[in-house]
């Protein structure tokens, strides 16, 4: 059974503090990704990674880094936390290649910044 | 760029009524398309996906036909079910590429009532 797990389903931080999200994977996916999750604007791609040590970024990336020191595992850093990063945070991950595969999906990490 | 336009929600129905959630893109060249669904409290699922035009997903009882003369991916179900309440996304994949990179909708509330 093919798995994505995220370090925390909740996590409650203060503002200017250096938040860690962890995502892992078990299936020797080549890509993953980062993504935020808010009401009425859906999904939006912070960050990605297609290889050990590569990244990319997506469609705001601003306020994020990232980190890809081991294959299976991918971090969301949030350098100086704000209020407008209060969120839901998803990973995902995917093989690679140009057959057309699936992204899967961690359960998300639901980030209040007070 | 490319873009998924999916109809607002909520959509409220009540048990055994037929649901159609639209969809639309706006694509370069032969993009793939895929329906994921987030049930509460979860990560998002792949629940369908097309590659080619006229091409028919299908599962659990949904539907959805890669439309390219109307750039439409529409989902139906003939009969839905409370256990069908969740937020839906249409998603595409551009042409080209093994990143993997999907550009989701905003997504669709479904709330099936008994």
């Known amino acids: 059974d093919v798995k994505v797990t995220q370090s925390s389903r909740y996590l409650v931080k203060r503002t200017g503090e250096k938040v860690f999200l962890e995502c892992v994977q078990d299936m020797d996916h080549e890509n993953m990704f980062w993504y935020r999750q808010d009401p009425g604007l859906g999904l939006r791609l912070i960050y990605f990674?297609?290889?050990?040590?590569?990244?990319e970024k997506g469609d705001i990336p601003e306020g994020y880094s990232v980190s890809r020191e081991k294959k299976e595992r991918f971090s969301l850093i949030l350098e100086s936390a704000s209020t407008n990063q209060t969120s839901m945070y998803l990973c995902?991950?995917?093989?690679?290649?140009?057959?057309?595969?699936?992204?899967?999906f961690g359960p998300g990490t639901r980030l209040t910044v007070t | 760029g490319d873009s998924v336009t999916q109809m607002e929600g909520p959509v409220t129905l009540s048990e055994e009524a037929f649901l159609t959630i639209n969809c639309t893109y706006t694509a370069t060249g032969y993009p793939s398309l895929f329906w994921y669904v987030q049930y509460p409290g979860e990560g998002l699922q792949l629940l369908l996906k097309?590659?080619?035009?006229?091409d028919k997903g299908s599962n659990k009882g949904f539907e959805a036909t890669y439309r390219k003369e109307t750039t439409s991916f529409h989902l139906e179900k003939g009969s839905v079910q409370v256990s069908d309440s969740a937020v839906y996304f249409c998603a595409l994949r551009g042409y080209g590429g093994s990143q993997g990179n999907l550009i989701f909708g905003k997504g669709t509330k479904l709330s099936v009532k008994p």
């Open positions: 990674s297609y290889d050990v040590k590569m990244k």
């Open positions: 995902a991950s995917t093989g690679g290649g140009q057959v057309i595969r699936e992204q899967y």
């Open positions: 097309a590659t080619k035009a006229d």
